[in-house]
């Protein structure tokens, strides 16, 4: 304890801001406000906002950053917590999504970006939950500027979660169904509108609670096909009227998820890209040994690192905005906080009774 002690002293008397990887230390020398965890755990007990400053002076290769806006996303919790698989040794700044405005442009950078340009991390765990940042080209990406910020600061987690699960694992064509579970997630709601532009339907699976009509008249206006509860699924006549869905995606594991393998259609496919029931995957043999599914895992902070400079991350990205400017893809049903009361961001984002809220997204302006 007095290490961490110490440590925390030397924050406060150099202010001292982590960047990028977070292994990287960027001098500030006075201006800014930043978050900080010098130890894993509680997100609302090691989370703590400490001052910085803006810097004078830019080396050449360097671009400042004017954080605009910034989700608090599951994984920015469990990597808080220690428990996420990509791991930064604290202290370091959280944040591992955000949309920023370029302020000031080294010497050699001149060509690549321009004060004024919108940019989002290339990497996870660039530490976004702060005012300002220091950055290299190389771990930006520039993006129009041209949609809501909500939208700027969202879209390349969870619609490109969505958008790769739909694309890579199954050629789907219009007129085929998905089946999802959590279907009210982040994720579940782009993988709605994204499949609704394509032509797809969708059979969207959510828990059951007191507000489930409210909930199922918001996911519908989003362009879901059906909505159903866990308990109503096995029944349904709606579903059977659809053609059997040759894509599953999961984001709750245990029986859930074995709802969604009863309904696959022959040689469909079960993608699994979350667990929030904290359950293992049971598949029925039939499934495996009759009709002969399958099972894969996706994770996007793994797509990303292999993408980092490809043309496909680019393409997606453009796609994605542009099915926003057209009105087909919104930001996650949300709350803007100001940066300032991150502390309830924070517990709104912790998970009630395994359901979680609206998408808490911190905002600077």
Not at 177 to 186: D, H, K, L, Y
Request: hydrophobic share 40%; glycine share 8%; aromatic share 6%.
């Amino acid at each position: 304890m007095m290490m961490l002690g110490r440590t925390r002293q030397v924050f406060l008397r150099t202010f001292r801001v982590y960047v990028a990887d977070s292994q990287r230390i960027s001098q500030f020398s006075g201006g800014g406000t930043s978050l900080i965890y010098e130890e894993y755990g509680d997100p609302l007990k090691v989370v703590k906002q400490i001052d910085t400053v803006i810097p004078q002076q830019l080396k050449d290769d360097q671009v400042l950053i004017r954080m605009l806006a910034a989700p608090v996303n599951p994984a920015d919790i469990n990597t808080i917590q220690g428990v996420y698989p990509v791991k930064t040794k604290p202290p370091c700044v959280p944040g591992n999504e955000g949309v920023g405005e370029i302020l000031d442009v080294g010497n050699k950078v001149r060509s690549e970006l321009q004060p004024g340009d919108y940019v989002i991390p290339r990497s996870t765990a660039f530490g976004t939950w702060r005012t300002h940042a220091l950055a290299t080209p190389s771990e930006l990406i520039k993006i129009p500027s041209d949609v809501d910020l909500a939208t700027a600061a969202t879209i390349a987690v969870n619609p490109g979660t969505a958008y790769r699960m739909l694309k890579d694992f199954v050629p789907l064509t219009s007129g085929d169904t998905v089946i999802q579970n959590g279907a009210n997630s982040a994720v579940g709601q782009a993988v709605i509108q994204i499949a609704a532009a394509l032509g797809l339907k969708t059979v969207n699976v959510v828990r059951d609670r007191p507000s489930i009509n409210e909930l199922k008249q918001f996911l519908t206006k989003l362009g879901a096909t059906v909505v159903l509860t866990e308990s109503e699924l096995r029944k349904s006549e709606e579903i059977k009227a659809l053609p059997p869905p040759s894509l599953a995606l999961n984001c709750v594991g245990g029986r859930s998820s074995t709802e969604l393998l009863r309904q696959l259609a022959p040689e469909g496919v079960m993608v699994t890209y979350g667990g929030m029931s904290r359950q293992p995957i049971a598949v029925p043999t039939g499934a495996l040994i009759f009709t002969d599914v399958k099972l894969f895992g996706f994770w996007m902070t793994r797509w990303n690192s292999n993408h980092l400079n490809h043309p496909e991350r680019h393409q997606m990205l453009d796609e994605l905005f542009q099915l926003a400017r057209n009105g087909e893809l919104k930001p996650p049903d949300h709350t803007l906080v100001p940066f300032s009361s991150f502390h309830i961001a924070l517990e709104n984002a912790m998970p009630s009774e395994g359901m979680l809220g609206k998408k808490q997204i911190l905002i600077f302006k």
